[in-house]
Structures are given as C-alpha cells and as structure tokens.
C-alpha cells in the first residue's frame, strides 16, 4: 500500500503505524530525538522504553524496505508515465488494453523506487487520459532526475518478442529555449545526451533481470521524450501480439522481474548524475532544428 502526499508523489505506508499516527513526514524521521527531561521516575523511563519497543516492532513488519544512502531531503524525483489511458486504450491484443497492463507495471516500478528511497510522482495512478505534451509538462516542472513512460509493444509477426527503448537527443525547438534559459547556454541547436545514456541503462538492467530479448535502444521522436526538459525515455515492456510473452507479462513474478530492472537502470543512471542535472546537455553552433514529433505505436520492423 501507499499514500499520496504533496500532490501525487507516494512514499510507503506502514498500516499498522498509520493506525495510531494520521500523517507521518518521513523528512522528519531524521529529527527524531528521544531523551528524558528527568530520570525522577522509574514510570516515565519504562513508558519511554515501551514506546520505542513498539516503535521497533512496526518497523520491523515493514517488509524489504531499504533506503539508498542519499539524504531524504534531496531524494532524487522520478517521474513514470503509464502510456496511454482514459479514451485511449492504446494496442490491444489476445484480450489485453495495452492502457490497463501498462498502469499495472508502473504502479509496481512505482514501488520499487519507493523501496529504494526516491520519491515518486504518476502522471496518472488510474484510468484517464493525459495529453502527451501535458505528461512532459509534469517531469519538467517537476525537475525530476528522470522522467520514464512505460508502454507495450505489438507487431504483425506474431514471432517477435523483446524489450526496447527510445529517446532522442534533438528536443522540439520550445524545448530547445527552455533548456538554453535554463542552463543559460548559447544560440544554437541544443543536443541532449541524457536521454541516451538512461536508456542504455534501463536496457541492460531490464534485459538481465528478465533474460527477454534485447531489442536495443533506439532514437525516435516521440512527444514523451522530445518535448521533456528532463532526462526521458520510452520503454516498450515487451509484444502484447507475441503469446508466450504475453503470458509472462500477465504473471506478477514476471512483473516483479521486469520492474526491479527498470529500477536498477533507473537507480544506476541517477546516481551517476546527482549534483549535475544538466550535463549531457550541449549547444552546437548554426540555428536550432527539430525533429518531426510522433506518438507511441507499433514497433517498425
């Protein structure tokens, strides 16, 4: 389980604790101090001993949570999109909405970030439909350390399984601006390379924990990615038209799998860039251009 705080972003809830205390701030753990003003009474010491007995025992049924060794107050913010939604369904095949099974595997990446101590924000926890330059919107207001929407492939070979993933290095020319504002680079055609390098790292994690093909990362233009400020990428999670997949996709222990490497990519990448959120990003001499944007679909074969 879990609980919304400050606008859609999610931390762990401990039910049994949340029984006697309505809200907790994990921020404030850290300013924890237990101490006795007297020692007169052997009552107040043993009261202040069963309470951090208890304490001790809730936390203790909290299960496997670990937090990286980052300061709670700067936790790096990702951001997950669960493609598609609402209106749009997105592919459909053998029964399954690409739209419903998408939402499935963020909610469950969404709780393997958690577990490691980031913060989390959704684009969407539930079925509605999101503009796709407003799902960019949220990541680069948000200044998330990464921003990754989670989609479904298809294909008209029924053979053809795998992961894959998608960024691009040549933003849309409004977010060219934003960035050279931003970082206060020159005039010129803005190249990003951010998206690139978390690409390659959410391919290799996924592709180890899943032993799925490894269909590589590739660069396309999709309105996701080229309008984000942040580093952002697009992962199709595998064929929703090939049938032995599609079945593992269906098993929560394959889902398990599949989203711990996304995390591990994730983890890897923000690590490697905490304290530098703009490096990888560059301007190159002659006027600015763009790419032709597109919307998630069916892998080219």
């Known amino acids: 389980m879990s609980i919304i705080v400050n606008d859609n972003k999610y931390f762990k809830n401990i039910e049994q604790f949340l029984k006697k205390a309505e809200s907790i701030s994990l921020r404030r753990w850290k300013k ?33 949570v670990r937090l990286e060794p980052w300061d709670l107050d700067a936790a790096p ?26 939402l499935t595997l963020t909610l469950r990446l969404r709780d393997q970030l958690l577990s490691q101590g980031m913060r989390v924000k959704m684009t969407r926890d539930k079925d509605v439909f ?6 960019a ?7 998330a350390a990464a921003f990754v929407s989670l989609h479904l492939n298809t294909s008209a070979s029924p053979d053809v399984s795998g992961i894959e993933t998608y960024y691009t290095k040549r933003k849309t020319l409004s977010a060219q601006r934003a960035m050279q ?7 010129g055609s803005v190249q990003d390379e ?10 290799k994690h996924v592709c180890q924990a899943t032993q799925a093909v490894d269909r ?35 098993k929560r ?47 080219p074969q």
């Open 32 to 64: 924890v101090r237990f101490g006795l003003r007297s020692l007169a009474s052997y009552t107040a010491l043993a009261t202040s001993l069963a309470s951090l007995a208890w304490l001790s025992n809730q936390l203790e049924a909290v299960p496997a």
């Open 77 to 102: 913010l990702v951001v997950l999109d669960a493609g598609h939604g609402g209106h749009d369904g997105g592919a459909v095949a053998g029964g399954t909405i690409e739209k419903n099974l998408a």
């Open 130 to 135: 999101l503009p796709l330059e407003e799902r």
């Open 137 to 143: 919107s949220i990541a680069s207001q948000a200044e």
């Open 181 to 187: 504002a931003k970082w206060s680079l020159a005039t």
């Open 194 to 203: 951010r998206g690139q390098w978390l690409a390659k790292s959410l391919q």
């Open 216 to 250: 590589g990362i590739k660069e396309r233009s999709y309105a996701v990615v080229s309008q984000s400020l942040v580093p952002a990428v697009l992962i199709e999670c595998g064929f929703l038209t090939n049938a032995p997949e599609m079945e593992k996709l269906k």
């Open 253 to 299: 222990t394959y889902q398990e799998q599949l989203t711990r490497g996304i995390a591990a990519g994730i983890t890897q990448f923000v690590k490697a860039h905490q304290g530098r959120p703009h490096y990888g990003i560059q301007a190159e001499a002659g006027p600015p251009t763009a790419p032709v944007e597109e919307a998630e679909s069916a892998s």
